[in-house]
């Protein structure tokens, strides 16, 4: 099953959702299959670089296929590997937390990435999107 729109939309508004909640200002990304933007946000007073830092954390989670946490503890034992990887490919990669898979009968189908709170924060608040909506 695809993501769609309205699908995009509910974690999104998850997201900032739960970060109202805590009391952080965030940017959100959400992207399909394919990397491409479904929706994105920035709350009022988050970062102005937010949304291109949520996608980028969006599409490596994508990439990757796992949390965007991960990436960060491979770039920490292998920074050569995921230097090289972003030359060779027309993707950011966001190693830091905040970027987690969207998977659906075990298949990866997209991603959410947000940004604005620490690495730990934004992760949480991804999967508290996946959770929620």
């Given at each position: 099953?695809?993501?769609?729109?309205?699908?995009?939309?509910?974690?999104?508004d998850?997201?900032?959702?739960?970060?109202?909640?805590?009391?952080?200002?965030?940017?959100?990304?959400?992207?399909?299959?394919?990397?491409?933007?479904?929706?994105?946000?920035?709350?009022?007073?988050?970062?102005?670089?937010g949304?291109?830092?949520?996608?980028?954390?969006?599409?490596?989670a994508?990439?990757?296929?796992?949390?965007?946490?991960?990436?960060?503890?491979l770039?920490?034992?292998?920074?050569?590997?995921v230097?090289?990887?972003?030359?060779?490919?027309?993707?950011?990669?966001?190693?830091?937390?905040?970027?987690v898979?969207?998977?659906?009968?075990?298949?990866?189908?997209?991603?959410?990435?947000?940004?604005?709170?620490?690495?730990?924060?934004?992760e949480?608040?991804?999967?508290?999107?996946?959770?929620?909506?």
């Amino acid at each position: 099953m695809l993501l769609t729109l309205a699908d995009a939309r509910r974690y999104a508004d998850a997201a900032i959702q739960a970060a109202s909640a805590q009391n952080v200002r965030v940017a959100v990304a959400v992207v399909d299959e394919l990397g491409q933007l479904l929706q994105m946000d920035r709350m009022d007073g988050a970062a102005l670089m937010g949304p291109d830092v949520a996608f980028a954390k969006a599409v490596t989670a994508l990439n990757f296929q796992r949390p965007t946490s991960s990436v960060a503890e491979l770039a920490s034992r292998n920074a050569d590997l995921v230097r090289s990887l972003q030359q060779a490919t027309r993707y950011p990669i966001m190693a830091v937390g905040g970027g987690v898979p969207i998977a659906r009968d075990g298949k990866v189908v997209g991603a959410i990435g947000v940004s604005g709170a620490t690495a730990e924060q934004d992760e949480g608040l991804a999967q508290a999107a996946l959770a929620g909506a």
